[in-house]
């Protein structure tokens, strides 16, 4: 089946640095990918909508100057927190939907990568 | 988005069928069933999906009432290692999660 890595799976930065987690679709191409955050115990959050090309879509009370996403080719997306501090830290997690490689139409399915804990001291 | 409606938490014997509902009572015509479990410290896992008809796959079945308002998840024969969170997600474009349902698979 498709598959969605995250890299790094984990990452312990100090407060106010910026740290950059990336997300890739394996084995298929994503013009639209997705970052969720999630506390401990608690249910994924939806941050924002990486479109690939074009800004990303925020939801309500994420701050985009604080988590910038960059989306520049089809099976890559990027999250960086900036000036990290420990509030931030938290259990990222990024999805794509596969639309397929050229020539095929993919399954239009949403699949998830394992997450990246980012721990912020 | 419709919103759905699980129960917290559920336990199910090992070896016996673990059945988990589900709730969307303001679906609408375009909008396809979800489920997707996380098992702790991972990325969510697809199960399976629906828009009418029941579905079953290599993992679970899915069981969607005729006026669409519910559904059942059913692990056939549960495993510990199927101890997890379980989401449903109604949502024609994009995935929003709810609580979800807290599985407990009992040796």
């Known amino acids: 089946g498709a598959v969605v890595s995250q890299h790094p799976s984990r990452v312990i930065c100090k407060s106010g640095t910026s740290v950059k987690i990336e997300c890739r679709s394996l084995?298929?191409?994503?013009?639209?990918m997705f970052w969720y955050r999630q506390f401990p115990k608690k249910s994924l959050m939806l941050m924002a909508t990486?479109?690939?090309?074009?800004?990303?879509?925020?939801e309500q009370g994420v701050e985009k100057d604080k988590f910038l996403i960059n989306h520049a080719s089809l099976t890559l997306s990027t999250l960086t927190v900036t000036s990290a501090h420990p509030e931030d830290s938290s259990f990222y997690i990024c999805?794509?939907?596969?639309?397929?490689?050229?020539?095929?139409?993919?399954?239009?399915?949403?699949?998830f990568g394992e997450g990246s804990r980012l721990t912020v001291l | 988005d419709a919103k759905t409606t699980q129960p917290p938490s559920m336990d199910c014997a090992e070896g016996r069928a673990a059945n988990l509902p589900c709730n969307h009572s303001t679906i609408s015509g375009n909008e396809y069933v979800y489920w997707y479990r996380q098992i702790h410290s991972q990325g969510p896992q697809y199960i399976i999906h629906g828009l009418k008809n029941n579905e079953t796959n290599e993992m679970a079945s899915l069981i969607i009432t005729e006026d669409r308002k519910s559904s059942t998840l059913i692990l056939p024969h549960a495993t510990l290692r199927d101890t997890a969170v379980y989401y449903c997600?109604?949502?024609?474009?994009?995935?929003?999660f709810g609580t979800g349902t807290r599985l407990t698979v009992i040796p």
């Open positions: 084995d298929f191409q994503a013009t639209t």
């Open positions: 997600i109604v949502k024609a474009n994009n995935l929003f």
């Open positions: 990486s479109n690939e090309g074009s800004k990303a879509t925020y």
């Open positions: 999805s794509a939907r596969d639309v397929g490689l050229a020539g095929g139409p993919g399954t239009g399915e949403l699949f």
